[in-house]
């Protein structure tokens, strides 16, 4: 078995039966401030939006987790189908092991089970494949967008690692001139220094991936013992949303772990948030038919919330007041970043 399958298999092994998340999100720094006097009907919530031309039910995506194995295969397919029953959106895992051996496609094909779904492809801009590569990659498997992920912490803690980032932006901006590009951290954030020169570069919209979920560092370290990569490292994700206004649409995926944190992500200037560990964990718990449950709840939760704030809509949710303390605070006023709505 080749090195990436089998690095795959541990990942999807680790994650599910071991503790793998780490530190803060600071979204318990986030609060709605409460509207007694709401005139929404719960009924009439609605929490459709547009995300990389393709309209959500809700506004949430299944973030990239995996392909490159039969098993993988069979997940893939699963929770996209889960994806296209809500109306939500769908990330197939790293390609990479498609690219090495193209037969592998079909592990991460799962067009036929979610026609309408917004469906992101996934490389790593470190992996240093060429443009076309890359285009071939998200088409092969009918994508509607292609997530170039950038993880230069796990590499650094994984001894096999790929640890040479000086072409990570230039692959980006390739790869943009030509496909609609995802940039998308995978747990320690982007800056707003980073969400600037991405946005340059072309790319269509950013995965703040920030910290305080799923601990790649964490990951890796129980993979193979000793890394010297500090594992409490990263811009927590609500700070991660505000740092990364700079026009584009915004997925907060990082440690989104209720309908509350969705509803948060967004009111702090997110477009649709992304969750990747619990759904695994309810997919082993109990199959899609868990994923769907839990998922509908989180949906119900978010509606909820957007009935108490007297959100009747999306945008009305990305306008409503919050506030905003403690150390979440303090990185604002130190860094000089607001909220989308404040700028
Ligand atoms: C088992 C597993 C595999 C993952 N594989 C990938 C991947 O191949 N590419 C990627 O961009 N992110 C990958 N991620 C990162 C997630 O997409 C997400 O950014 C991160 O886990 C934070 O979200 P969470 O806290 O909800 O897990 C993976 C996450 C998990 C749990």
């Not at 609605?46 to 995996?66: F, H, Q």
């Not at 409490?232 to 994700?237: A, E, K, L, N, V």
């Not at 009111?267 to 839990?294: F, M, Q, S, T």
Request: some cysteine; overall charge neutral.
């Amino acid at each position: 078995m080749s090195l990436v399958k089998k690095r795959k298999l541990e990942h999807l092994d680790i994650c599910a039966k071991q503790d793998v998340e780490e530190g803060s999100t600071w979204l318990e720094h986030v609060r709605f401030v409460h509207n007694s006097l709401t005139s929404v009907n719960l009924n009439e919530v609605d929490t459709k939006t547009k995300l990389l031309g393709k309209e959500l039910r809700a506004p949430l995506v299944i973030s990239a987790m995996t392909g490159g194995v039969d098993e993988a295969g069979k997940i893939n397919k699963e929770l996209a189908s889960v994806a296209e029953e809500l109306g939500i959106g769908f990330g197939v895992g790293s390609q990479r092991a498609m690219i090495e051996t193209p037969e592998l496609w079909k592990t991460y094909y799962v067009r036929d089970e979610a026609p309408s779904t917004l469906i992101l492809g996934n490389i790593g801009a470190v992996n240093n494949y060429t443009t076309n590569q890359v285009e071939d990659t998200m088409k092969k498997i009918k994508a509607d967008a292609m997530c170039i992920h950038l993880n230069p912490a796990q590499e650094l803690a994984q001894p096999e690692g790929d640890v040479d980032f000086s072409g990570c932006l230039k692959n980006i901006k390739e790869a943009a001139k030509a496909l609609p590009v995802v940039a998308k951290e995978t747990g320690n954030g982007l800056s707003k220094e980073n969400a600037l020169l991405l946005k340059s570069a072309g790319v269509k919209a950013i995965d703040v991936g920030g910290y305080g979920g799923t601990s790649w560092v964490k990951v890796e370290k129980l993979r193979n013992g000793a890394s010297h990569t500090p594992i409490d490292w990263g811009i927590p994700t609500a700070a991660s949303i505000i740092e990364c206004q700079v026009g584009l649409p915004i997925i907060a995926t990082g440690g989104i772990r209720s309908g509350l944190d969705v509803a948060k992500a967004i009111a702090l200037g997110a477009d649709a948030a992304g969750v990747a560990l619990p759904v695994l964990r309810w997919y082993y718990e109990g199959g899609k038919v868990r994923v769907k449950e839990n998922l509908e709840e989180w949906i119900k939760e978010l509606k909820d919330v957007m009935v108490l704030t007297n959100s009747s809509n999306i945008a009305e949710l990305k306008r409503t007041d919050i506030v905003v303390s403690g150390p979440l605070l303090e990185w604002c006023n130190e860094r000089g970043v607001k909220q989308r709505k404040h700028i």
